[in-house]
C-alpha cells in the first residue's frame, strides 16, 4: 500500500502536480510515517514555486519536517530540505548550517556524487555565502560616512550590481563578469565626497568590439544616497541599452551610406531617462532624441563593427545644456541641433530637467567590411603602432616644410606598416591635443579627402573606424607615461603639429583664453593611393 502511494507522489512530483500531492496524502486515514512527511513537506515546497514563492507554504513544509526532527537528524536530505525551506524565506544563516550539516552526512561515493548532482547543493551554498556577506558589506557600509574607495566599489557590485541582468555573473577583479556574454563592467570611483560621487564604467564585451566608457555622476544627503543615484542612472540608461543588444530587443533597423557603400544596422535603444521637478509640456517617448538627428547621424557613421550614441539634455537655472557624443566624442553640431529643437519644443517653468539616453547601433554582419583592428585584440596592436609612433616623433626633428613632413611619414611607415594610421595619427593626435588646450577654438568635426587632386569627398572625422580608436587609445597612452618630461615634450611638440593652430598664428589670430571664439572650417587632405578609407 504505502509502496504504491509513493510511486503515484513520485509521478504526480514529475508532473508538477504537487497540489494532487497534498490531497492524496490528506485523504490517508493512518498517521504518516517519517518517508511520506518529507514528501508532503517536499510537495509545499514546491506549491510555494506555483504560487509565486508564497511563504505560507514553505512554513507548512518546515513545520512538517520539524515534526520528524529526530528521525532526520542523520538524513542528508532532510537536512537539505530544512536548508531549502529556511533559504527561500530569508534565513540564509540558518539554511548554509543545514546545507553544510547535509554535505557532512552525503555518503562520499561515486553513485551518491551522481545523485546529488541535481540538487545544486554547491550553488546553494556558494550563493549563502554571497548573501550573507552582502549584508555584512552593507550593514558595514551604512550612509557610507566612514567607506574607503574598496567599500564603495563592493557596496555597489556586491548590493547594487549582482544579478541586475537575467543571466549569472561572477564578482571578479573589482567587475563584474558575466560569462554567457563574455561582458565585463568594471566601476572605477574617479571621486567622491560625504555627498557626491563620480563614476567611471568600462564595458567589454566582443559584440561591442572596441568597448565602451561611461560616466556616471551622483548627488545625495549622503554618500549611499549619492550612490544609488550614480549607479541607477547608469543601469536605467546605458545598461539597460547594453541588455537590449545583448538580447537583440528594443530595436529598429537602420541603413547609412560610406565610402559607396550601404551599411545596414541594428539600432538598439533604451527609454530615455528624465527627471524634473514640474511637469512639462513635451512626451519624451522612446524615439524623442532619435526623431531630431535621424537623418543627421549616418552623415557620421561609417564601417564600424559597433557604435555607442549619448544623448544628453539638461536644463538648469535658465541655461539649457544638450549633448550628443558618438563613441564618446562630442558633436556640436548635432549637439546644437538637439539644442535648439528643445530649447523652441519644451516650454516649462521646471527650474531644472534632465533627458539622457543611450542608441547603439551594430551593423549588419552582411555588410561590415573587412577592418584590421577587430577587437579587443585589434585594439592592442593599434595602441602599440600608436606608441612607436609617439617614440618616433619624440625623437625626430620635424622642420615645418613638406620634405620633412613626407620624410616622417615614410620612417612611420617602415616602422608599423601601416601607412594609413600614420596618416591619421599625424593629422588627428596634434587637433585631438590642440582642442583640448584652446577652449575657444572650435575645431571641424569633418575634412575634404582627395586623391590625387581629385574632387575631394567630404568624411566626418567618427565615420573612419581608426578615429574613435586613436582618440581613446592616445589620452590612455599618455596617462600611463611615468617619464613625465617625456609626456610632456611629445604633448607640445603634437600642438605644434597642429594644422589648424598653425593657420591661426599665420594668419595672426589671438588664441589666448580671454580671445573670442573662432570657428575652424574644414580640413582639405590631398591622399596619395596608399591611404585607405576604412
Not at 510555494?48 to 513545520?63: A, H, P, R
Not at 556558494?126 to 550573507?132: L, M, R, S
Not at 557600509?141 to 550590481?161: H, M, P, R, V
Request: hydrophobic letters at 40%; proline letters at 3%; aromatic letters at 12%.
Amino acid at each position: 500500500m504505502k509502496k504504491s502511494i509513493i510511486e503515484k507522489m513520485n509521478k504526480l512530483h514529475d508532473e508538477n502536480k504537487h497540489e494532487e500531492i497534498i490531497k492524496l496524502i490528506q485523504n490517508i486515514n493512518t498517521p504518516l510515517d517519517y518517508e511520506l512527511t518529507c514528501l508532503l513537506a517536499r510537495a509545499y515546497y514546491n506549491m510555494s514555486v506555483l504560487n509565486d514563492d508564497s511563504y505560507e507554504y514553505i512554513e507548512k513544509g518546515i513545520s512538517l519536517l520539524e515534526s520528524v526532527k529526530d528521525m532526520g537528524q542523520n538524513d542528508p536530505l532532510w537536512h537539505y530540505r530544512m536548508g531549502y525551506g529556511y533559504f527561500y524565506t530569508d534565513r540564509t544563516e540558518i539554511a548554509l548550517n543545514y546545507f553544510n550539516r547535509a554535505v557532512e552526512l552525503i555518503p562520499k561515493t561515486k553513485e551518491q556524487a551522481a545523485l546529488w548532482r541535481s540538487y545544486n547543493l554547491g550553488l546553494l551554498i556558494g550563493e549563502c555565502h554571497f548573501i550573507i556577506k552582502s549584508k555584512e558589506i552593507t550593514e558595514s557600509f551604512g550612509n557610507g560616512e566612514n567607506a574607503d574607495k574598496q567599500d564603495i566599489l563592493d557596496f555597489i557590485l556586491y548590493t547594487l550590481l549582482h544579478r541586475i541582468y537575467p543571466v549569472d555573473d561572477i564578482i571578479t577583479d573589482n567587475s563584474i563578469y558575466i560569462p554567457e556574454w563574455l561582458l565585463v563592467i568594471k566601476p572605477t570611483i574617479l571621486s567622491y565626497s560625504q555627498d557626491r560621487i563620480d563614476i567611471e564604467w568600462s564595458i567589454s564585451c566582443p559584440l561591442f568590439d572596441n568597448g565602451i566608457i561611461e560616466e556616471s555622476f551622483g548627488a545625495g544627503i549622503t554618500l549611499k544616497e549619492a550612490v544609488y543615484m550614480a549607479v541607477g542612472i547608469f543601469s536605467s540608461s546605458l545598461m539597460q541599452t547594453m541588455l537590449n543588444t545583448l538580447t537583440d530587443s528594443s530595436k529598429i533597423e537602420y541603413t547609412s551610406h560610406f565610402n559607396d557603400n550601404i551599411h545596414k544596422w541594428n539600432l538598439y535603444y533604451n527609454t530615455p531617462f528624465f527627471s524634473s521637478d514640474k511637469p512639462i509640456n513635451a512626451e519624451i517617448g522612446d524615439f524623442y532624441f532619435l526623431d531630431i538627428i535621424y537623418d543627421e547621424l549616418k552623415k557620421y557613421i561609417g564601417n564600424q563593427k559597433m557604435v555607442c550614441v549619448k544623448l544628453y539634455a539638461s536644463k538648469f537655472a535658465g541655461n539649457l545644456v544638450t549633448e550628443c557624443r558618438i563613441d564618446d566624442i562630442f558633436m556640436s553640431e548635432l549637439s546644437s541641433l538637439i539644442g535648439e529643437y528643445i530649447d523652441e519644443n519644451i516650454v516649462t517653468d521646471a527650474k531644472f530637467f534632465t533627458i539622457k539616453q543611450y542608441l547603439i547601433l551594430v551593423q549588419q554582419e552582411k555588410t561590415t567590411l573587412p577592418y584590421i583592428y577587430t577587437g579587443s585584440e585589434g585594439y592592442i596592436q593599434l595602441k602599440d603602432n600608436l606608441k612607436t609612433i609617439c617614440n618616433i616623433i619624440h625623437t625626430y626633428d620635424l622642420d615645418q616644410d613638406e620634405e620633412s613632413f613626407y620624410e616622417l611619414i615614410d620612417i612611420l611607415n617602415e616602422s608599423i606598416d601601416d601607412f594609413t594610421l600614420c596618416i591619421e595619427s599625424l593629422i588627428f593626435i596634434p587637433e585631438i591635443f590642440a582642442s583640448n588646450v584652446y577652449e575657444n577654438i572650435s575645431f571641424p568635426e569633418n575634412m575634404m579627402l582627395s586623391f590625387n587632386d581629385e574632387n575631394p569627398l567630404p568624411i566626418n572625422f567618427t565615420q573612419l573606424s581608426d578615429y574613435a580608436r586613436i582618440y581613446r587609445a592616445i589620452w590612455e597612452i599618455f596617462d600611463s607615461y611615468e617619464d613625465i618630461n617625456k609626456r610632456d615634450e611629445l604633448y607640445n611638440k603634437f600642438i605644434n603639429m597642429s594644422i589648424t593652430i598653425n593657420s591661426l598664428l599665420s594668419e595672426g589670430k589671438d588664441l589666448t583664453e580671454d580671445a573670442e571664439n573662432i570657428i575652424v572650417p574644414v580640413f582639405e587632405l590631398n591622399a596619395d593611393e596608399r591611404f585607405e578609407i576604412r
